[in-house]
């Protein structure tokens, strides 16, 4: 078994997880209730707005995975598409960042951006 797969593949990987940080972070302050994991009383604050990042970092997910797979399976270039792809989760993790920061136009200015890549994935196969 050879790990050599494209970098687009390891960064579905890692945003696949994304979204389990962001809820690490909602869920590792004092005074978390794990007997009431999705009883939002408890999230209030940062902890509310990481619990946010992570129902979104969800949300984006499908369409990332689908454009990574239909561009890899008909023929987008491994090299654009690992760098879209990369940059992507640099986005995503920037988007993270600015929810848990409070920074809304900051966070909406960079949804755009990952959005933007997002279809310039899936058009790989055709800007190639």
Partial sequence: MSLSLPGAYWCVLIAALLP??????????????????????????????????????FEALPFFIGAVALALQFGGKSLLLDLLSVLWVALRIAHGLAYLWDRPLTRSSVWVAALAVNIAIFLTPALT
């Fill in 20 to 57: 389990y940080v962001w809820i690490g972070v909602a869920k590792w302050q004092p005074g978390y209730n794990n007997a009431m994991p999705r009883d939002l009383k408890h999230y209030q604050g940062a902890r509310r707005r990481a619990h946010d990042a992570h129902l979104n970092a």
